[in-house]
Structure formats: C-alpha cells, structure tokens
C-alpha cells in the first residue's frame, strides 16, 4: 500500500531531482559562470535530497545532522553567490548572456508584446494605442529619465498609465529610488512607478495613477472577518474538546478544561498574525484584517491576509510574508519541547505513540527528548505538547509554496514571478496527488479547494521588481520551507518502528 509519506516524499524527490537537471541543462554553456550558478542553486537543495532520499531509502539523518547540513549548504551558498558576481564580469560570460537574450528574442513572435509582468490584477500584455495620460502628466513624467538613470526608447499605452521601454543605466534599487523622487516632484502623488522585467528579463517602467493602489476592506469583507474569526473560536473549542475526549457543545460545562489549549492556540495564532503586523508597519506597508480559517480537525487553519498598499520591493515581501511564520513557528516549537520535558508517565493526556509518526520533525525531537519512552504503546503527555504541535502544523500549511499563501510569497520573492507560479501548480499538483492515495484525508481536500480557487494568484508586483533580496533571505527562506517539509510529512511505518518512534 502507497503511504501519504512515501508518495509525497517521492514526488519531492522526482521534483528536486528534474528541477536540478534542468539546472544544468540550461547553464552548461556558460561555462565557469554557469557551473557556479547551477551549484549555488544545488547547494541549497542537498539538505532536502539527503534527508529525504535517506528516508526513501529506509535511513534516517537525526535532527542535529540535518542542522548541520543547513548550516553547511548556506554557508556555501553565500561564497558561491559571491563567486558567481565576480564570474559575471567576465566579457566573455557578458557576450555568451546577450546571445542568449538575442537567441529568445528571435524565437518571440512579432505580433507578442514585450510585458507580461502584471501590476494589480491587469496583464501588461494588453497594452492600447491611445495614451490616457493627460499631455500636461505624460510630459512631465517623460522628463523624469535620463541617461544616468533609465534611458527611454519607447512609450506604449495600458490602462490609464503608460509603459516605457529603455535601457537601465545604474543599480535598479537606486535608479528607481530616483525616478521616483523625480516623478513625485514632477506631478505630486498621482502616479506610481513600477520597475519591473518583460519576457526577456529587460528592465520596463511602468508608470499607474495612484487611483490604481490597493484599496482598504469594504464594510462586508470586514463583517466577514469578524464572522470567521467567531466561527474560528466556536472550531477551536470544538477541536480541543475532541483532543480531550469529548463533545464540548454537549458538555460546555467543561470548558475550563478546554479553554486552556484553545488560549494555547490562540496564542500561536496572535503570534503569527503580529509577525506580520509589525514588520509591515516597520516598513510602511498596510496590512488589512486577517480572515481566519475555521476548522473542525484542528481548530484553526491561520488566517488569509491582504496587502492594502503596495510594496516598495521584493525585500519587504520576503520579509513580511516570513515575520507571521517565524513568530508563530518559534513560539509553537518553544511549547512543544517545553511540554515535552514536562511530560511524565501518569500524569497528562494519554495517547497512543504512533501519533508521534505524523510528523518528522515532531517524532525526531519527541525521539531526542523522550528517549525510550517515545516507543512505548502509550504515552502520556503534557497538553503543551498538543498545542505546541497545531502550532507548527498551522505554520507549516501556510508555509506552502503556492500562491498567496506565506511560502508563495516567500518564493515570489526570492525567485521572482516565474518560478513563483510553478511552485504553485507543483504545490497543488502533490496536494492532489496526496489526496488521491488518501481520500479520507480532508485536510488535504480542504488545502486543495483554498489554494486552487482561493490563493493560487500572486501578489502583485513590488514598486521595484528588480532588485532580489540577498543571499541571507534566500537561505532563510530555503531554511523555512525545509522545516515546513518535516513538519507535514509523516513517517513511514517501518522507518519509524526502526528508529523506535511509535509502539
């Protein structure tokens, strides 16, 4: 019988593996340049392809040595990063890429205009003839460039703003910090500046009326706000009465012995919902009301959240999209190996220790703390254990690649738009193929309709779309994907009877 653990961790697998073939398929002809890029891409998946390779093969890497691999993979990552920007000024690499460029030119059919990025919910490719600019605006937004700054070629109309084709003449984070404070000075707040990249990654600016912004919730989606989040409590007390053993809506007399692990997970849930708050308002950004997620399995399933104005770069949305699950991931792991040293043969909830195999990374540190004890057929643990454990199984589903969702964020961010979108149909591709090996799982079906009809689109582009975050971001970022992984994904039966996780 095919296990939820064997077919995601094989799907993984075939993934990461073809992912770093293509790689290297694609750069092998930029020789040094293209070796160093394709390693420092390879050298962040290692700790992914050893551990779970390992699991496939019936091994099992302790959680100090996957630490330790981290460790090492991004220590590489960052001097191989530095490696790669000192090849890049080779001429010779300088002349192989604008061949390149030239060769996916050429295979653009003429009729294709030359945006696809999207700013708001328009795609830059339905780009009209007539410009709505008034002559007075577009003349002084014309005279924001120059050559020491973006050099422009060509004006095409979209929307009610105007694409301008050029070439770039500086760093993008301080060209477009000039051309703003130009555009600012020239027509006021009217209008927004977007530095994005068309199909053949050449920088485009793209100049929106201010009317174009995101807008604040209306009065029906902050009444719906409210609703979820009463029908989230409602699911939580519901969730940890059954934990308890009992119907809590037959038994609400009962609620002092639910309403602890209910503030448990509220909790994590606050914690979360402030992670992104406060980095959003450190960086100036308007984060509206979280829409939470009710649920009868576990109580809560985090929240959705919407950005109300736009972000100044890639940087900020790394940054706020990981702030939610950092805060809430550190404070859930802090409850869950507190709970477990609290936890003592008679005294707590009794539950079977097979439920120690739903998660690596909840067996492996059960295992490392809990010794022996964790292979017995019972075990009786600390209710912290419990909420420790919703805690980073929230994060974790929100730390999906996909869409909307913190970890589509987090890789729109570090990898652009285009990688971005892959992610999300891999992401729901593995959630269907689960869910089909496993039709009684309704978490999985939950997660399949919410990303597929709900989440699936990305965040808008940033103001300056070009300039990536660092390599420190992009480790982080790999680091939290890596951890959301080991927390979703079970063990399998035989590897954990092994390891002696599970009576």
Not at 73 to 85: E, K, P
Not at 168 to 183: F, I, S
Not at 302 to 320: H, K, M, N, Q, V
Not at 370 to 397: D, K
């Amino acid at each position: 019988m095919i296990t939820a653990a064997n077919t995601t961790t094989i799907a993984l697998l075939t993934i990461s593996l073809g992912i770093l073939g293509w790689g290297y398929y694609r750069n092998r002809d930029l020789g040094k340049f293209g070796t160093l890029s394709w390693l420092q891409s390879a050298v962040l998946m290692v700790p992914w392809l050893l551990s779970f390779g390992a699991l496939v093969a019936g091994f099992y890497i302790n959680l100090a040595g996957i630490l330790l691999l981290l460790v090492i993979s991004t220590c590489l990552y960052i001097w191989l990063g530095t490696q790669v920007r000192l090849a890049a000024q080779d001429p010779e690499i300088a002349v192989k890429l604008a061949e390149r460029l030239r060769d996916r030119q050429s295979k653009m059919p003429i009729e294709q205009l030359p945006i696809t990025a999207e700013i708001g919910d328009r795609d830059l490719s339905s780009a009209m003839d007539v410009l709505a600019i008034p002559d007075a605006d577009l003349s002084g937004i014309k005279g924001i460039f120059g050559i020491d700054t973006f050099y422009a070629t060509e004006t095409l109309a979209y929307g009610q703003g105007a694409i301008f084709k050029g070439n770039l003449r500086g760093e993008a984070a301080a060209v477009h910090q000039r051309l703003t404070d130009k555009l600012a000075s020239k027509v006021g707040d009217k209008y927004r500046l977007f530095l994005v990249a068309d199909p053949e990654d050449r920088p485009v600016v793209v100049v929106l009326p201010s009317s174009s912004d995101p807008q604040p919730a209306t009065v029906g989606q902050q009444i719906l706000a409210v609703v979820m989040l009463i029908a989230t409590i409602a699911t939580s007390l519901e969730a940890m009465g059954v934990f308890l053993g009992f119907d809590f809506y037959e038994h609400t007399e009962r609620i002092r012995e639910v309403l602890p692990l209910a503030l448990g997970v509220w909790t994590i849930l606050i914690a979360h919902e402030m992670g992104h708050q406060v980095l959003a308002q450190r960086r100036h950004v308007k984060i509206g009301l979280p829409f939470f997620l009710p649920t009868g399995q576990i109580g809560a399933f985090g929240a959705i959240t919407r950005f109300e104005s736009l972000l100044p770069d890639r940087s900020t949305l790394f940054d706020i999209a990981l702030a939610g699950p950092a805060a809430g991931g550190i404070i859930s792991l802090m409850m869950l190996v507190v709970g477990l040293l609290l936890s003592q043969s008679g005294s707590g909830l009794e539950i079977p220790s097979q439920f120690l195999q739903g998660s690596i990374l909840v067996g492996s540190i059960a295992k490392i703390i809990l010794g022996e004890t964790a292979h017995q057929a019972t075990l009786s643990i600390h209710p912290l254990v419990i909420i420790g454990w919703l805690g980073l199984v929230i994060n974790a589903l929100n730390l999906m690649p996909a869409g909307q969702l913190d970890g589509g964020r987090i890789v729109q961010a570090i990898y652009g738009r285009k990688t971005a979108q892959r992610s999300t149909l891999v992401t729901l591709v593995i959630l269907g193929f689960v869910a089909f090996f496993n039709p009684a799982n309704l978490v999985i079906f939950y997660w399949l309709i919410l990303v597929g009809f709900l989440q699936r689109a990305l965040e808008r582009p940033s103001l300056d779309e070009i300039t990536e975050p660092n390599d420190t971001r992009a480790a982080l970022g790999l680091l939290a994907l890596f951890l959301m992984a080991a927390t979703i994904i079970p063990f399998s039966p035989e590897l954990a009877g092994r390891l002696g996780i599970g009576g």
